[in-house]
């Protein structure tokens, strides 16, 4: 990922917004099988603007294995939007099982020469040489999620603000703090993979909102966004916390085992935040009864929109509702706080 100082330095479009037993089935996702809402994809039906029939456009896509709820709401929300288009074919290719897999598969799409490509990496700093492959050869890139580090690896870079995430999990918890009158907290923090930019910068942000009012992490541990590590790392950080005021757990696919682990544990002097916005967790905040109490939001719809915006880049269009004549550069979500009182506004969003 860009880091997030340069992503402010750019002029860049911001779209406002994304109990558990001990015996819970850990292997499995939230969503993966659920198929996209109404809401989270746009249709093309809609009168006017850019939804009007255009040049054909070959959009290829590539996104890692659905072994995740997030990664699965993004291939999901991709088809189903590429398919409320007449004028749009969708060619999926599989992204195998780590960045040289998966380049050697885009390979192959990019001698099928689509009008545009979708992809969310493996891992973007891997993947940028064939952004800048794909540019050369005249085929836009979208890129989606996990970002390239070259601005000239991407027609277009979209993504959730995960700086942003880490500002409105803090944020949250500082005024429920003041709210509570506690003055000096002991925090934990469940990060997701730790070698992507994306949880670096999701943590940064956490951690410089934190200081800014005084506060910091007590303790923190990295999982790898899946529900079996979110148990591990949480019954780790539980263990070495005998008191805990706030936990923020970065995703909430993972969060599934967190929970799990705090409910081993029997503890519930605390309350926890998420991240992403995964419609179980926006249940679960919505009956209030766990120590969850809020999301932040990094929504998968960011895929609908990477593939509208990817028509209109191979049609030569620009946005209905902008005075210029061509998709911007870069798109970053804005992160919002999902608690029991908006929770019903938010999920039909959830994935």
């Known amino acids: 990922m860009t880091q997030h100082s340069r992503d402010m330095s750019r002029r860049r ?29 746009k249709a093309a ?112 870079q979209i993504k959730g603000d995960n700086y942003g995430m880490g500002v409105a999990a803090a944020t949250y918890m500082i005024e429920q703090f003041k709210a509570k009158g506690v003055s000096n907290p002991v925090i934990g923090e469940i990060a997701g993979m730790d070698e992507l930019e994306l949880t670096q910068e999701r943590s940064k942000g956490f951690a410089d909102t934190l200081t800014a009012s005084g506060f910091k992490v007590a303790n923190r541990r990295a999982a790898r966004f899946t529900a079996d590590s979110g148990q591990q790392e949480a019954a780790q950080l539980l263990q070495a916390l005998p008191k805990i005021d706030a936990l923020w757990n970065h995703d909430d696919d993972q969060g599934i085992g967190v929970l799990a682990a705090v409910n081993q544990s029997g503890r519930k002097e605390f309350f926890m935040v998420g991240g992403a916005g995964s419609k179980k967790a926006m249940e679960d905040i919505q009956a209030d009864n766990t120590v969850l109490k809020a999301t932040v939001t990094y929504s998968p719809s960011m895929a609908s929109s990477a593939v509208s915006l990817a028509r209109l880049i191979g049609q030569g269009r620009g946005m209905s509702d902008l005075v210029e004549l061509q998709v911007p550069k870069e798109i970053i979500l804005a992160s919002e706080t999902i608690t029991k009182e908006n929770a019903g506004d938010y999920l039909k969003l959830g994935f």
């Not at 819970?24 to 969503?31: F, R």
């Not at 039906?45 to 040049?55: L, R, V």
């Open 13 to 41: 479009l911001l779209f406002g917004g994304a109990a558990v037993g001990a015996g819970v089935l850990l292997a499995g996702c939230t969503s993966n099988e659920s198929q996209p809402t109404e809401a989270q994809t």
């Open 45 to 156: 039906g809609a009168p006017g603007g850019n939804s009007e029939p255009g040049k054909r456009v070959v959009i290829g896509f590539s996104a890692p294995a659905a072994d995740h709820g997030w990664i699965a709401a993004i291939t999901n929300n991709a088809k189903a939007q590429a398919g409320t288009y007449s004028d749009v074919e969708f060619k999926s290719v599989e992204a195998g099982a780590d960045a040289a897999a998966q380049r050697a598969a885009l390979s192959t799409l990019i001698s099928q020469k689509p009008d545009v490509i979708v992809l969310l990496p493996h891992d973007g700093k891997e993947l940028n040489a064939f952004g800048l492959e794909a540019m050369k050869a005249g085929v836009p890139v979208v890129n989606l999620d996990r970002a390239f580090p070259d601005a000239r690896a991407y027609r277009l």
